[in-house]
């Protein structure tokens, strides 16, 4: 694997491949910046990763991460730890394709994500997110294992023309305790978490104690919960101002719910 730690960054790399190992890339206690360029908008030109045991893309307490046209196979195949160690509130231990921990500033353009024991991409106390032209699908397979997990986004970030599918849980969950988060989500896909027994919502989003938080989602479609399509929750006193234009919600037969805003 690559492995960058406690130093100041100027790197670009055009392709990183590995597998059989516990992590394939590895930055932490960084600043500067990190690159994986791939070729133009070519599927796979940045590299594969297969076999990964615990996480494929390993970044803690780092900067400017770039990542481009990646193919993360199997990039988690072991458990993190079930209740206790990765939940819905203990995220650190947690496993996943693409981990982020105390991140600034992070673009994923065109990453497929195969298969992942836990989740597929998650992060706690990131901001400036982007996500784009990215999927996520077959993630997890018990409870608080999703495409999506984060905790503490904020500043700008957005989730834009990316497909997640076949979660084992919900396929995307945001928890904010604190900070303010402008999201965007657009033209994406959030679809079934009704093929498992332990499947809840396509889409929630809950904040708490002191955070607020807009969210956009333009022209998206959430299919398949086994619970609800959307939630948006503000707990205690938190704020949420959500936006929901041109969204579809189709539950194919099941018992899905809507939209749920409280």
Not at 88 to 117: H, Q
Not at 140 to 159: H, Q
Request: aromatic share 4%; proline share 0%; charged share 10%.
């Amino acid at each position: 694997g690559v492995n960058f730690n406690n130093g100041v960054l100027d790197v670009i790399i055009q392709s990183i491949t590995a597998s059989n190992s516990s992590n394939a890339i590895s930055v932490t206690n960084t600043t500067g910046s990190f690159q994986v360029t791939g070729t133009g908008t070519t599927d796979g030109s940045g590299g594969t990763l297969t076999s990964i045991s615990g996480r494929g893309i390993d970044l803690r307490t780092a900067t400017n991460i770039t990542l481009k046209n990646m193919t993360l196979t199997s990039a988690n195949t072991a458990d993190g730890g079930a209740a206790g160690a990765c939940d819905e509130v203990n995220v650190l231990a947690c496993f996943a394709a693409i981990y982020m921990d105390g991140v600034n500033s992070v673009t994923l353009d065109n990453i497929d994500i195969g298969g992942t024991e836990e989740h597929g991409i998650m992060g706690n106390s990131v901001s400036n997110l982007t996500i784009n032209n990215c999927t996520s699908t077959n993630n997890g397979n018990l409870d608080d294992e999703n495409a999506l997990k984060f905790r503490n986004i904020s500043g700008t970030c957005s989730i834009t023309n990316s497909q997640f599918q076949n979660s084992a849980f919900r396929v995307c969950h945001i928890i904010n305790t604190t900070g303010n988060v402008n999201l965007t989500v657009s033209n994406c896909l959030f679809n079934n978490t009704a093929a498992s027994a332990v499947g809840q919502d396509c889409f929630e989003m809950r904040t708490q104690g002191s955070a607020t938080a807009t969210i956009n989602m333009i022209g998206s479609s959430f299919q398949r919960a086994r619970s609800k399509a959307i939630q948006i929750q503000a707990e205690g006193t938190s704020t949420i101002n959500a936006n929901i234009t041109y969204c579809r919600v189709e539950r194919f037969g099941g018992s899905m719910a809507g939209i749920d805003v409280a």
